[in-house]
């Protein structure tokens, strides 16, 4: 049971590099969710996707692309790398029925350096 | 605006003995809550959760307690092991659906031997 997987693990780029972090689940689950952590902010959302083809801003969406043509994977672009987007990304994901339909399940996270 | 907080940033105990982690919230029409435990370089997983219509629920060494009136969330850990170790964070969930979800900054239980 693969669950949720993310790809890289570690990144290291350079400012102004386009960037794209993979995020895959088995579970179909409906939604799935990119955050990043960081020292002081917690858990921050990014972007989130209800259903394949439907996504939506989180609460620090800018400078972030996403995209969702298949349910099973969430990947997530940083079009022009800023230092500032040095963080750890984690993808997560949830059903969209059931009795803990909100509870999120996240990925192992991804560890970009942007030079 | 709304938020869920965390009162204690690092919460040290020794082995054996019993972890209270506390978090309040603010948004009184947060209708699902869950505990979250993230261990050094992994992603947050799941601990526990709890409706808004309960006021306890337990699981294997682990209680969350509920108190709406002062919107207040605490987890309690029995016996804490050294494997407990780790960041805590409480998450909450508004009413009216939709499934994401405000997570506290988190607490840092140091379990000493």
């Known amino acids: 049971d693969a669950g949720i997987t993310q790809s890289p693990r570690y990144k290291i780029t350079e400012t102004g590099r386009q960037v794209t972090l993979m995020c895959h689940q088995t579970?179909?689950?409906?939604?799935m969710f990119w955050y990043r952590q960081d020292l002081g902010h917690g858990l921050r959302l990014i972007y989130y996707?209800?259903?394949?083809?439907?996504?939506d801003k989180g609460e620090v969406p800018d400078g972030y692309v996403v995209s969702r043509s298949k349910t099973e994977n969430f990947p997530l672009t940083l079009e022009s790398a800023t230092r500032s987007q040095t963080s750890v990304y984690f993808c997560?994901?949830?059903?969209?029925?059931?009795?803990?339909?909100?509870?999120?399940?996240f990925g192992p996270g991804t560890r970009l350096l942007v030079l | 605006g709304e938020s869920v907080g965390l009162h204690l940033p690092t919460l040290s105990v020794q082995e054996g003995d019993n972890s209270i982690i506390n978090c309040a919230y603010s948004?009184?029409?947060?209708?699902?809550f869950i505990w979250y435990k993230q261990e050094s370089g992994k992603g947050p997983q799941f601990i526990i959760d709890?409706?808004?219509?309960?006021d306890k629920r337990q699981g294997q060494r682990v209680t969350v307690l509920l108190n709406k009136t002062v919107k207040h969330l605490s987890l309690q850990i029995a016996a804490t092991q050294p494997g407990d170790s780790a960041v805590y964070f409480c998450?909450?969930?508004?009413?009216?659906?939709?499934?994401?979800?405000?997570f506290g900054t988190g607490t840092q239980l140091k379990v000493e031997l």
């Open positions: 948004n009184s029409a947060s209708d699902y």
């Open positions: 709890i409706r808004s219509n309960m």
């Open positions: 997560a994901s949830s059903d969209h029925f059931g009795l803990a339909k909100e509870t999120q399940y």
């Open positions: 579970w179909s689950h409906s939604y």
């Open positions: 998450a909450e969930t508004p009413g009216g659906g939709g499934n994401k979800l405000t």
């Open positions: 996707s209800a259903a394949a083809d439907i996504t």
